[in-house]
Each structure stands twice: as structure tokens, then as C-alpha cells.
Nanobody, 124 residues
């Protein structure tokens, strides 16, 4: 299992950008696929993006494609989520996830490791 710690959340105005980071420890980071999910108050957890262990394969939510981009730096044991053109409806707690299986991360069920979440608030 890998331990995940998110950072980079905060308050931003609509139209602004944020980059979230998720630092991993506890096992070989380059062995696992990583992803981002979010959960807004009163709503179910939503898939945002996933990236394979090598970074060669990624998948983004269709509704967020073009604004959000996932990337990873295996030399730093870190995965990133670049969020541009933020909207108030992007307000949520953003969670980092890790699992040996890329498909498991995409589905979000049975994921081995979750971070504690970081709050993103977008003001209008």
C-alpha cells in the first residue's frame, strides 16, 4: 500500500488556475497507476483523471477534458492535477488515489490507497 498526501488546494476566483500535488510514499511509486477524484457537498464522488504507472497512458473525465490535466513525475514520487479555467462548480474536495491497476483507478472501486483530500473552492 502507498501513503498519499495531497496539497495545493485553496481559494481561487473563477477563471483562475490551481495545480494540485499528491506525494506518495511507502512503496515503489512507479509501480502504480494514479488518479484524481473529487466530491462536492451533497454529491457522489466523481472521477477526474487517471494516469498509468509510466505516464504513457492517461484518461480524463469527458466533462473536464481540456481544462484539467493529470501528469506525474516518478523521480519525485508525485502526481499532479493542473486545473485551468476554474468554475464555481469545480468546488469540491479533491482526492488522490493509487492502485496497481489503471482500470481500477479509472473505475474508482477497490482502489488500494486514498489520500485525505484537499479542498478547492472557486469563487464567482
Amino acid at each position: 500500500q502507498v501513503q498519499l498526501v495531497e496539497s495545493g488546494g485553496g481559494l481561487v476566483q473563477a477563471g483562475g488556475s490551481l495545480r494540485l500535488s499528491c506525494a506518495a510514499s511507502g512503496r515503489t511509486f512507479s509501480d502504480i497507476a494514479m488518479g484524481w477524484f473529487r466530491q462536492a457537498p451533497g454529491k457522489e464522488r466523481e472521477f477526474v483523471a487517471a494516469i498509468s504507472w509510466s505516464g504513457a497512458r492517461s484518461h480524463h473525465s469527458d466533462s473536464l477534458k481540456g481544462r484539467f490535466t493529470i501528469s506525474r513525475d516518478n523521480s519525485k514520487n508525485t502526481v499532479y492535477l493542473q486545473m485551468n479555467s476554474l468554475k464555481p462548480e469545480d468546488t469540491a474536495v479533491y482526492y488522490c488515489a493509487g492502485d496497481p491497476s489503471f482500470n481500477t483507478v479509472v473505475v474508482g472501486t477497490g482502489v488500494t490507497s486514498w489520500g485525505q483530500g484537499t479542498q478547492v473552492t472557486v469563487s464567482s
